[in-house]
Nanobody
Framework: QVQLVESGGGLVQAGGSLRLSCAAS????????MGWFRQAPGKEREFVAA????????YSADSVKGRFTISRDNAKKTVYLQMNSLKPEDTAVYYC????????????????WGQGTQVTVSS
């Protein structure tokens, strides 16, 4: 079992930056591939980015490529999502997730989820 808690969300103007954090407790973080998903009002939860257990491999949705960066610090049991050049369409609740698949970009490939943190980008 692993418990995940996201933080770092907030209100930011378009073009600004935020860094989200996901703190894990329970099992060793390095056992898991970690991902970030987001869900805007009235929309399905969608994949944003993922990072392998070692941190060597990362994957990003086309909509955030070149703007968002996922990273992890297994010693601190924390995963980060650096978000730059934010756009109003990035507004959503952002969720951290943990899974055991080596490559995981789909919701059902993740076993554990945090409660989410709200990101609002104003135009």
């Amino acid at each position: 079992q692993v418990q995940l808690v996201e933080s770092g969300g907030g209100l930011v103007q378009a073009g600004g930056s935020l860094r989200l954090s996901c703190a894990a407790s329970g099992r060793t973080l390095s056992d898991y591939t970690m991902g970030w998903f987001r869900q805007a009002p009235g929309k399905e939860r969608e994949f944003v980015a993922a990072i392998s257990w070692s941190g060597r491999n990362t994957y990003s949705a086309d909509s955030v490529k070149g703007r968002f960066t996922i990273s992890r610090d297994n010693a601190k049991k924390t995963v980060y999502l650096q978000m730059n050049s934010l756009k109003p369409e990035d507004t959503a609740v952002y969720y951290c997730a943990a899974g055991v698949f080596e490559v995981a970009t789909l919701k059902h490939e993740y076993d554990y989820w945090g409660q989410g943190t709200q990101v609002t980008v104003s135009s």
